[in-house]
């Protein structure tokens, strides 16, 4: 759609206005697990951006990349761009970039730089900021990664099921998503919230020791306690059978499912069960994405938890491949260069912490955002 492109572009404008005022900020999602080394990388190449070089915001759409540049003169430019053009470039922004270069900074134009077919000299850029329509098609397209998905054992059917939200709750005809799994996996194990059975202070002992039901299954509530990530007190009742799930992950790659969501109950808050299967996951080393539920959005509600995952697990294979063909096209000098891409909550976060699932929305939201900082600048009350 033409209104959200023209969206994302405008509120990447903003905010490369606003850092030349100080008073930008780097959004990354609040659960991720950002490294020292992305952010001693944004602290570098934010003091990079006060010494007069080209500032980029980048809008990749379906259709036309846009592409708006602050010269070290202040001067504001954009150029637009098919973002299909494989006769003539291999990326689009890569394009708008050089084109713009090669335009407006003569001097290493002179010194043989910003040649077509050549790496992009990164020496001159202060900052790419990019709003992408990649994760959006792939999702609408359904051209996402072959994945499956691993789920406590009885919650086999639980995102199909879904929590019944539809627009017209008596609509009998209502026609639901396709899902984007492949295949589902239960995964015998079993985590219980103990404030359900620790009511009865005098009775807490009792509860500790493990104990088995008439079927030979743990019985609930008995079991050692510890407490959760949230502070909630957890019963580890039975931890997953790692032989098990190794066969299970060997089923997913004979099936040629190539991504992994792992959602399991309670995992918000005690995601050691996640973390072993996605531990094993990797090591396999058949997975080109391995999404848990408990590192890409840790909430209590499993439904909308294990919707994000498989999202994730999804997308990002989409995004991590088109990021690494945007990479080739400019020098080694590229990693010092703060490189960030918008969200679906309207922020910006570092590349190496952007997932698919991150950028569903990011079109709609940059609208928002861009309209209330366009009022804001009027003088609008509203």
């Not at 918000?268 to 069960?273: I, L």
């Not at 991590?320 to 990479?327: E, P, V």
Request: net charge negative; glycine share 8%; hydrophobic share 35%.
């Amino acid at each position: 759609m033409k209104t959200p492109q023209l969206s994302v572009l405008a509120l990447l404008v903003v905010l490369s206005h606003k850092i030349q005022s100080n008073a930008f900020s780097i959004s990354s999602h609040p659960t991720s697990s950002s490294n020292a080394s992305s952010r001693s990388q944004l602290n570098m190449s934010m003091s990079n951006e006060k010494q007069n070089k080209f500032l980029f915001s980048i809008d990749r759409g379906g259709t036309f990349t846009d592409v708006h540049c602050i010269l070290p003169n202040k001067q504001e430019i954009v150029r637009k761009l098919l973002s299909e053009d494989p006769d003539n470039y291999p990326d689009a922004p890569t394009e708008g970039i050089r084109r713009i270069l090669h335009d407006f900074d003569m001097e290493n134009v002179n010194e043989g730089y910003y040649q077509r077919g050549d790496s992009v000299y990164t020496g001159m850029i202060g900052s790419i900021r990019m709003g992408t329509t990649v994760a959006t098609n792939a999702l609408l397209e359904r051209k996402g990664e072959r994945m499956g998905l691993l789920i406590t054992k009885g919650f086999k059917d639980l995102l199909k099921i879904g929590n019944q939200s539809r627009k017209d709750i008596f609509d009998l005809t209502c026609a639901m998503p396709k899902l984007l799994y492949e295949d589902v996996k239960e995964v015998d194990e079993r985590v219980m919230l103990a404030q359900f059975f620790d009511e009865d202070k005098d009775a807490i002992n009792d509860y500790a020791v493990p104990k088995m039901d008439a079927l030979g299954s743990p019985k609930a509530g008995y079991g050692s306690r510890f407490q959760g990530l949230t502070g909630e007190t957890v019963i580890d009742m039975k931890p997953p059978d790692m032989d098990a799930v190794k066969k299970q992950l060997e089923e997913f790659q004979k099936e040629g499912i190539k991504s992994l969501a792992i959602v399991l109950a309670h995992s918000y808050t005690y995601d050691k069960h996640e973390k072993m299967i996605g531990n094993l996951a990797e090591e396999m080393g058949c997975f080109t994405e391995v999404s848990m539920s408990s590192k890409v959005m840790p909430m209590v509600k499993l439904v909308n938890r294990g919707h994000t995952a498989c999202a994730a697990a999804y997308l990002t294979p989409k995004i991590s491949a088109y990021l690494s063909s945007f990479r080739q096209g400019f020098d080694q000098g590229l990693d010092d260069v703060m490189l960030t891409f918008m969200k679906s909550d309207g922020g910006l976060t570092p590349v190496d912490d952007f997932g698919g699932h991150q950028a569903i929305l990011s079109g709609p939201a940059g609208g928002v955002i861009v309209s209330v900082a366009k009022c804001h600048s009027l003088g609008s009350p509203s």
